[in-house]
Nanobody, 125 residues
Framework: QVQLVESGGGLVQAGGSLRLSCVAS????????MGWFRQAPGKEREFVAT????????GYPDSVKGRFTISKDNSENTVYLQMNSLEPEDTAVYYC??????????????????WGQGTQVTVSS
């Protein structure tokens, strides 16, 4: 089993920045990649970023590319999501996820095996 704990959410004005953290514990050596997703009220869970366990490969949707950066501290088993130039449309609960499966895109929620509890991000206009 793998446990994921997110932190760093909060309230920020449009144009501001936040950095989310996700600490992984347990059988982390089985992990292939990690990702961030978000879900706003009444909407489906949306892909935000993915990173391979080694940190060598990342991916983003167009909606956040150039504003969000995913990174990983292997020594601390921690994944970060640096979010800049935040917009009210970025308001959502943000979830960290981990997958032990090879060969996926890293962009689909169904590819992930473990999920954190989520952290709320609210961007005011």
């Amino acid at each position: 089993q793998v446990q994921l704990v997110e932190s760093g959410g909060g309230l920020v004005q449009a144009g501001g920045s936040l950095r989310l953290s996700c600490v992984a514990s347990g059988r982390t050596f089985t992990m292939y990649a990690m990702g961030w997703f978000r879900q706003a009220p009444g909407k489906e869970r949306e892909f935000v970023a993915t990173i391979s366990w080694s940190g060598g490969r990342t991916g983003y949707p167009d909606s956040v590319k150039g504003r969000f950066t995913i990174s990983k501290d292997n020594s601390e088993n921690t994944v970060y999501l640096q979010m800049n130039s935040l917009e009210p449309e970025d308001t959502a609960v943000y979830y960290c996820a981990a997958t032990k499966s090879y060969g996926g895109t890293g962009r689909l929620a169904r590819e992930y095996d473990y999920w954190g509890q989520g952290t709320q991000v609210t961007v005011s206009s």
